[in-house]
């Protein structure tokens, strides 16, 4: 029997199933500063966890941006919220999950990505970008 590899995507979905019970903001405190032996799982949990706290707290964005060392998580329901941050290496993860899922290799680019959860799916709409060492990931989710 063939073993099926996970694509980003698929595992993205099945963090957020996992996670979906979770108190996120403890889970993401918990990783917050912490030296990472598997940075791709901790990308994949951290990004989950922020995204069913934003869709939680009903936000309409969350972004995360790093300019040289300076590293930033904050999701904007109306008024910005800070988000612990994790460590370098998986914060750098993100970024390159989020452009793997989408098949965004420009330093630029804008299209809308689609979240299988339990209870359905949510659509939202995702802009990368990177300039002069600077890089950012904003998601834009539904009005609500």
């Given amino acids: 029997m ?3 590899s996970l694509n980003y995507h698929l595992k993205l979905q099945e963090m957020c199933d996992c996670y979906m019970e979770t108190d996120f903001s403890n889970a993401m405190q918990s990783m917050a500063g912490v030296e990472s032996k598997d ?3 901790d990308g994949i949990k951290y990004l989950a966890l922020a995204i069913m706290s934003a869709i939680t707290q009903k936000a309409e964005k969350l972004s995360f941006k790093k300019k040289g ?3 930033k998580a904050q999701i904007d329901n109306g008024s910005k919220q800070e988000l612990p941050v994790p460590a ?6 993100i970024f390159e999950i989020m452009r793997t899922i989408l098949h965004i290799e420009e330093d630029k680019g804008k299209m809308e990505f689609s979240l299988g959860l339990r ?3 949510i659509n939202v709409m995702v802009k990368v970008e990177r300039k002069d060492g600077k890089q950012s990931l ?4 539904p009005k609500q």
Avoid: C, R
């Fill in 69 to 71: 060392t300076e590293l």
């Fill in 88 to 93: 370098a290496a998986v914060f750098d993860k």
């Fill in 119 to 121: 209870s359905g799916e």
């Fill in 138 to 141: 904003k998601i834009k989710f």
């Fill in 39 to 41: 940075p791709e799982e």
């Fill in 2 to 4: 063939e073993k099926l």
